[in-house]
């Protein structure tokens, strides 16, 4: 459809869009007339109408593009465009009839005919319906409308660790451990449920506006389950990785069999690339670092920031570790290990670092009383508590005289304390840049370590449990 050359016949396809109800429409025209400000042109009007918060501006680009069709997907108004990716668009939402805003991924058409691509989107849908953790974005609802498959998820209005560096320059030391440690939290509900995430990243993570991080993208998530039935197997054949920046060395070579650790070490060059700014190997081709992952040494994270603390520093080490073995050995273990770092409260992200959202998309939130305002208590300071609470009590059955090579994972409903793999492995390897220090593994206790205040759990309980009851009655305020 050729772009609409004048003002009805732009009126015509807006009305056939079905993106505003007709009288509104016809209301707004009258009083535009009334008021002598009647537009002269499709742009001016399309403009109005955005800045009255009736269409969005991806809707005006889309009109003025002469395209009118397609902004309704089964019950959902699309009224943004959040993302693109290998699996497809990712969009903002809205339910027509609850005003819920939403993210939705849709898997192209071509692609919902390709059996292998439609399974890694249903495997991506199985997966998140069974993780229910505050740390990974939640997935409400797999739907198809025609030959489109699409994924219903809460739509986290946040910005990307990947923009936030790109925007602000590496982050602070206590943020970037913060973040990294929900990361880690999330990872380990996964990993007691018998998932690989396969694919962190920065551009996987997203920062929301109460300061929660959210892992993002289980396209290429590996369970157990699949990998027994040799699914796996069968649905990377066609050189799926993750993404060359952030690839452990072992998924490099075999994607299919990874387990939890090639999470960590993605972890681990997510965590140097928000303390350095860039990624382990910046130059080079996709081949030549797949093969460096393998083979080469990343310039130790202190050659950029020479105020990490050394402690941190070998803890990013360890976490990039060529060999599995060598790395902490869950999530739960290199969580405990990044606590020294994340005793600050880190605000959450100030308003101008978030997405600007349109009007018709401020309209939208109002009428769901979504999009969590209220910042006061917010769920970055509950879920902080939450998580120093349960590596408190990580400390303590360590404390409790356990055995010292056992190593106690205490965070996430079916974590179990685990033997370490490898505890003797040898990990103080130096990286070939660096002869001023050797990298100290803070899978070992370092020596004269100096003790750290501790608040005692009895008071955190208490108030993570004043916390939630105060948010529960912001809650109750606002529904009423
Ligand atoms: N639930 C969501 N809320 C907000 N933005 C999202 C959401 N899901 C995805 N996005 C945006 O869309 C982009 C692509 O989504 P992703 O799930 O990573 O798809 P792909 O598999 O195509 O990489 C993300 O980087 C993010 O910017
Ligand atoms: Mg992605």
């Excluded at 506006?209 to 892992?215: E, M």
């Excluded at 939208?364 to 006061?376: I, K, L, S």
Aim: with cysteine; hydrophobic share 45%; aromatic share 6%.
């Amino acid at each position: 459809m050729p772009a609409p050359s004048s003002v009805p016949e732009l009126l015509d396809r807006v009305r056939r869009s079905g993106l505003v109800p007709p009288d509104r429409l016809d209301g707004f025209v009258a009083g535009l007339q009334a008021s002598g400000q009647a537009p002269a042109t499709t742009a001016v009007l399309l403009d109005l109408m955005v800045e009255a918060g009736m269409v969005t501006r991806f809707h005006a680009d889309k009109l003025a593009a002469g395209k009118y069709k397609g902004f309704q997907i089964g019950s959902y108004l699309i009224l943004d465009q959040l993302g693109t990716g290998g699996m497809g668009q990712v969009y903002l939402a809205e339910h027509a009839a609850m005003r819920r805003l939403v993210a939705l991924k849709v898997l192209p058409v071509f692609a919902s005919e390709d059996a292998v691509a439609r399974e890694r989107f249903l495997r991506e849908a199985r997966a998140a319906a069974t993780l229910d953790h505050p740390n990974v974005v939640r997935v409400f609802d797999l739907c198809q409308e025609g030959r489109l498959l699409y994924l219903v998820m809460e739509y986290v209005e946040g910005i990307s660790l990947q923009a936030l560096v790109a925007r602000n320059g590496p982050l602070a030391v206590e943020a970037a451990c913060h973040y990294a440690r929900q990361v880690l939290y999330g990872l380990q509900h996964a990993h007691d449920l018998g998932f690989v995430h396969r694919d962190i990243k920065p551009a996987n993570l997203l920062l929301d506006r109460a300061g929660v991080v959210k892992i993002l993208d289980l396209g290429l998530v590996r369970s157990q389950a699949d990998a027994a039935a040799g699914l796996t197997r069968k649905l990377d054949n066609r050189a799926i990785l993750g993404t060359a920046d952030y690839v452990a060395p072992e998924q490099a070579v075999d994607s299919s069999s990874v387990d939890i650790r090639a999470d960590l070490y993605s972890l681990g060059a997510t965590l140097y690339f928000m303390l350095t700014g860039r990624p382990l190997f910046p130059d080079g081709r996709t081949a030549q670092k797949l093969v460096w992952q393998q083979i080469k040494d990343p310039v130790p994270v202190t050659r950029f920031r020479p105020d990490v603390p050394p402690g941190l520093a070998d803890v990013v080490h360890v976490l990039l570790q060529k060999r599995k073995e060598d790395r902490f050995q869950s999530p739960a273990e290199a969580f405990e290990a990044l606590a020294p770092w994340d005793d600050v409260e880190v605000s959450p992200p100030p308003e101008e670092w978030l997405p600007q959202q349109p009007a018709r998309v401020q309209a939208a939130r109002a009428a769901a009383q979504t999009g969590g305002t209220a910042r006061a208590g917010s769920t970055s300071q509950i879920l902080t508590l939450a998580m120093r609470s349960e590596s408190g009590v990580s400390r303590r059955i360590r404390a409790s005289g356990g055995d010292p090579s056992s190593e106690a994972s205490a965070i996430g409903s079916g974590s179990a304390i685990r033997r370490r793999a490898n505890p003797t492995a040898e990990t103080d390897a130096v990286c070939s840049d660096d002869t001023t220090r050797t990298p100290h593994n803070p899978r070992r206790p370092r020596p004269a370590e100096p003790e750290r205040k501790r608040v005692p759990l009895l008071v955190l309980v208490a108030v993570c449990a004043a916390a939630a009851a105060a948010a529960t009655a912001a809650v109750l305020v606002a529904m009423r």
